[in-house]
């Protein structure tokens, strides 16, 4: 079992960036994906999350990046994708996947509770 985050890289205020979340070992599309991030100095943030695995899509995006961030994926590639548009200095920071987890009430569940598996950062850095 293996995530793969890749995509991130060094950009302007303003501009975007697509991360992706590649799987191997299992099929992604069977369940919830997360993206987390830690910025410097700060503590790890969980920024968005798909569940669909009751039949129904779930979205959890935090406040920092909602209207911003769009979370996607493309099962046939067994990846998750994270647009990220508009970005500020504020969202630099090393980015990570998770999977599976658990979108409950609005709390993701994931690797830091013993649920699922984290995914190699990758590195997001935006100058003003």
């Known amino acids: 079992v293996q995530l793969q985050a890749s995509g991130g890289g060094s950009v302007q205020s303003g501009e975007s960036l697509r991360l992706s979340c590649t799987a191997s070992?299992?099929?992604?599309?069977?369940?919830?994906v997360a993206w987390f991030r830690r910025a410097p100095g700060k503590e790890r943030e969980a920024i968005s999350c798909i569940d669909d695995s009751d039949g129904y899509s779930q979205y959890y995006y935090a406040d920092s990046v909602k209207g911003r961030f769009t979370l996607s994926r493309d099962n046939a590639k067994n990846t998750a994708f994270l647009q990220m548009n508009s970005l500020t200095p504020e969202d630099t920071a090393v980015y990570y996947c998770?999977?599976?987890?658990?979108?409950?009430?609005?709390?993701?569940?994931?690797?830091?509770?013993?649920?699922?598996?984290w995914g190699k950062g990758t590195l997001v850095t935006v100058s003003s």
């Open positions: 070992g299992f099929a992604l599309g069977d369940y919830a």
């Open positions: 998770a999977a599976p987890v658990s979108l409950i009430g609005g709390v993701i569940w994931g690797p830091a509770d013993g649920l699922g598996h």
